[in-house]
Nanobody, 125 residues
C-alpha cells in the first residue's frame, strides 16, 4: 500500500491549508485513516483519525476546532483542512492507515502503517 500526501507549503500565521492523502489501496474504504505530524527532534504526534465510513472522527486537543478531517472513498483519499495555523503547527504531516480493517487506529503512531513520505507545512511570517 502506498500513501501519497500532498498540499503542504509555506503559509502565514492565521492562514489555511488543505492536505490530501491518496492511497493505492483498493480496500481503502475498509480502513480508518489517521493524520500525524512530526516536527524536528520530536516524536510523531497524533492529530486526527477518521473511520472507514467517515462516521466517526477524533481530534487531538491541539488541533480541535481548527483542523477538519474528511475522506472520499471513491477517490481513495483522505483530507485535512487546516485553519488558523500557528507557527507551532510547522512539521512534516503524514497520513497512515490503521493496521486492520474495520477497526479504530487509535491515537498512537503504532496503530498505523503505510505512512508515505509526508508533506512539509511551514507556518511563518
Amino acid at each position: 500500500v502506498q500513501l501519497q500526501a500532498s498540499g503542504g507549503g509555506l503559509v502565514e500565521p492565521g492562514g489555511s491549508l488543505r492536505l490530501s492523502c491518496e492511497s493505492s489501496d483498493s480496500d481503502f474504504h475498509k480502513y480508518t485513516m489517521g493524520w500525524f505530524r512530526q516536527a524536528p527532534g520530536k516524536e510523531r504526534e497524533f492529530l486526527t483519525q477518521i473511520t472507514w465510513s467517515g462516521r466517526f472522527k477524533q481530534y487531538a486537543d491541539s488541533v480541535k476546532g481548527r483542523f477538519t478531517v474528511s475522506r472520499d472513498n471513491d477517490a481513495k483519499s483522505v483530507y485535512l483542512q487546516m485553519e488558523s495555523l500557528k507557527p507551532e503547527d510547522t512539521a512534516v504531516y503524514f497520513c497512515g492507515r490503521a493496521l486492520n480493517p474495520y477497526t479504530y487506529g487509535g491515537d498512537s503512531a503504532g496503530g498505523y502503517n503505510s505512512w508515505g513520505q509526508g508533506t512539509l507545512v511551514t507556518v511563518s511570517s
